[in-house]
């Protein structure tokens, strides 16, 4: 009996080790990120922990890239992850943000704000249409010389196109100009990204088997960032070896959504996991197959559509 026992109580612990090191290493990978001297590298980071969801250890940590990065793009990529996350918990850091020395950092907190329902930030974006600000320089102002700048550079007209198509998936308005990058060599990148966001939002098995196909077959490893993103939405803790597979990868965006992903997934419990499932109001079947075609489309891979 007491051997018996003894076996079980090894295969428990062994399970609970190996459990933990995924998530262990998924966030060695993320802290490395958080703290990394390059503010696009913190930002894909930042995203990447977005992709956890909404826990307080994540909230803590965009909360403090918030309102102690020194860079105004990560400040304002943690006040988009933020809304995102519709952490609610976090409102009176964003309260805090409205009188960020950067427009667009105040901008986007008002915008977090105003999607989780509080109205506090409305003097912020009465003042964005007006284009005046009770400190710092015009958020129009601001964007007016960015625009002009922009329009006489077509590398960074290409580039501005790649941040808006990466923003619906990948974080809110860009990801950084790194995986940006990824998008702008693949024209037909954009759209698989997308469709694999909308899949997540209505996971049944066709959805998740077209995922799982995209994270191991697509070329582009911005589309799979995505996707990974997409199967931690899922709640498919079997994934989880095979995420793990991409924590050495060579692009930073793609190892964080990764070590994101692993991370949401070990947090699920067996109810919740079930419960993912019932939750998201499914989308007109013909929109399904249309999400599907884009996200596998036969002539764009070099394997066959599963």
């Not at 105004?72 to 805090?96: D, I, N």
């Not at 959805?207 to 939405?233: E, M, P, R, T």
């Amino acid at each position: 009996m007491k051997v018996v026992l003894s076996a079980v109580c090894f295969l428990v612990l062994s399970s609970g080790l190996s459990a933990a090191q995924p998530t262990e290493e998924a966030w060695r990978i993320l802290d490395a990120g958080l703290s990394s001297g390059n503010p696009e590298v913190r930002k894909q980071a930042l995203v990447g922990t977005g992709a956890i969801g909404n826990t307080p250890e994540t909230v803590r940590i965009e909360v403090n890239s918030l309102h102690n990065d020194k860079d105004p793009e990560v400040r304002q990529m943690a006040a988009a992850q933020l809304g995102m996350m519709k952490a609610t918990s976090a409102a009176h850091e964003l309260e805090v943000a409205l009188d960020d020395p950067d427009p667009q950092v105040a901008f986007t907190a008002a915008k977090a704000l105003w999607e989780m329902g509080n109205r506090r930030s409305k003097g912020e974006l009465q003042d964005v249409l007006t284009g005046q600000r009770h400190n710092g320089e015009s958020f129009i102002t601001k964007n007016e010389r960015d625009a002009k700048k922009i329009m006489h550079d077509p590398k960074e007209m290409a580039m501005l196109g790649a941040r808006e198509a990466s923003g619906a998936l990948l974080g809110p308005f860009s990801i950084g100009v790194t995986a940006a990058e990824g998008f702008l060599k693949d024209t037909g990148a954009p759209g698989r990204a997308a469709a694999a966001g909308m899949l997540a939002q209505d996971c049944d098995a066709r959805a998740f088997q077209l995922l799982d196909w995209a994270l191991s077959n697509d070329h582009n490893w911005a589309v799979k960032g995505a996707v990974a993103k997409a199967i931690g939405q899922c709640g498919h803790a079997e994934e989880i070896p095979k995420l793990e597979s991409y924590f050495d990868d060579g692009h930073a965006a793609l190892r964080f959504m990764a070590a994101g992903a692993v991370i949401r997934l070990s947090n699920l419990t067996p109810a919740a996991e079930t419960a993912h499932y019932t939750a998201a109001a499914a989308p007109a079947e013909s929109t399904t197959q249309e999400l599907q075609q884009a996200l596998a489309p036969n002539a764009a891979q070099g394997t066959s559509k599963p």
